[in-house]
């Protein structure tokens, strides 16, 4: 408000008999000035280290965008939507039957999140993969009857390993979110005579989102992450596809390097989206929208000016 | 007014009660809120409930949509038992469906709105009819608009609640319950949580209802508008009904010893 002020010099543009704008020395903050470089000088330094270690660089960009790698991407991508996905469902199904004043259906979920949660991922993996020695058949009667190795596909144990696991996570982050709409809500929404199931969808689930997106967003990110495990089932995905390359071109740790650096593309990718639908769920809770990056960066840029004066 | 007839059903419908309550008894866990309240609420009559804090009254009107399940006693609305089903000397519980249903008549408004945060005070309107009702999108938009130009909020229909005053809120919270044509008003201290200058707004709405016919059973502190608008008064206290009779009677004199030093308090 005061920059315009200040440049036009004029009294046309100040309010009248308005009371003068204190002009006070800003304090320095000169911690912030070497607390910056010594970050600077830190981050030089491991930079070099690893510019001049014993690792062949040139390896990465040539293999960045092969095309066994960009398969693998999208093969991690989709394993990450489909889990987060089954996740996602089975979560909000978990959380309603948990909550439900069924005490059977109750029950059910409780265990089911107890079970899921109290045993490594790695390990549910490995179990799927190797059920066949306990179900030998599957058998939906008329409808398909196969065994249950070419049943199981490396696809279908990696969605099921990590989908199954993440639900319970998901029923967690749900149940927290469901809590905590005012009961008012609900009360509101039956004396105006909608069903249980209208007041959940309409009402009760789309101002819990507020406080679920949030740690799903969070979920998703670690879920990207964690298909790099189900190369353990026998599921091609970025972390394997790397994996060979580096065996078969002789440069193992470079593909790490590059695996490294597509997850955390991709990660950075997922982040911006969670961004934004936080912003579109927090409609109605708060008077004014937060800003985007891009209104926030102008921000930052207008109030640098002004601290540089 | 008081032709007192038998239980059975009349034939002239204005001898029909729109509540009746009959022993209704109320216990949270050992705490027992209502002790018996037998009363009767007559079709169109603004029916007031005064009462210290803690004595059942916003449990009572709670008890009429089924919000609360009554322990004891019996309670109808418009001649039908409230969320039970009586088949020769058995009581069946309700399903769910079918006590939603019967709130479809039954409209409420609460202390604190509990207006839907995440829809605008028109969207607040039209939910109801719509998913309840099924009404088309375009028949609730028009009437949601008719309805907040009734409560004076035509120019707020885009407003999220947020941006809203109590009592423009609490207008719109009675805008919403009126969509659903109800043939009974509750009322849950309905300006209890506003700054005093916009009570006056509230009051306003609820006495243009009042005129219209309405049968509503207020639960207040507002003795003014109970004195002025209602036609019967309750005072309650411990769970029982004290004294009742004609609003402008018990308010300016008072029989029993309890709603004297009661009413001597708040008027």
Redesign the interface.
Known sequence: MTVDTDKTTGPADTPPAGPEALKAIPVRHYGRYVSALIAIALFVAIISAFAQGNINWGAVPDYFFDDRIITGVWKTLLLTVLSMLIGIVGGILLAVMRLSKNPVTSTIAWFYIWFFRGTPVLVQLVVWFNLGLVFTYINLGPIYKDYWSSFMTPLLTALLGLGLNEAAYMAEICRAGLLSV?E??T??????????A?TLR??VI??AMRVIVPPTGNEVINMLKTTSLVSVVQFYELFRYAQDIGQTSGAPVEMYFLAAAWYLILTSVLSVGQYYIERY?A?????SLPATPLQKIKANMLSLGSWRR | MSTEKVAEQPSGSEAVAMVKSEGVHKSFGPVEVLKGIDLEVKSGEVFCLIGPSGSGKSTFLRCI?H?EKVNAGRLYVDGELVGYRQKGDKLYELK??EV?????D???V?Q?F???????ALENVM??PI??KGTSKAQARERAGQLLERVGLADKAGN????LSGGQQQRV?IA??LA?DPKLMLFDEPTSALDPELVGDVLDVMRDLAESGMTMIVVTHEMGFAREVGDSLVFMDGGVVVESGNPRDVLTNPQHERTQSFLSKVL
């Open positions: 005012d008012g809500q009360e509101a929404s039956h004396a105006l005579g909608m069903s249980h209208k309409r009402i789309p101002q769920y409609r109605g809770s708060s008077r | 949509n919000l769910d469906s939603a249903l019967k709130r479809r039954i409209g409420m609460f604190r509990n207006l839907f945060p995440h829809m605008t939910e109801a998913q309840v999220y609640p947020t941006q919270a919403r319950a659903m």
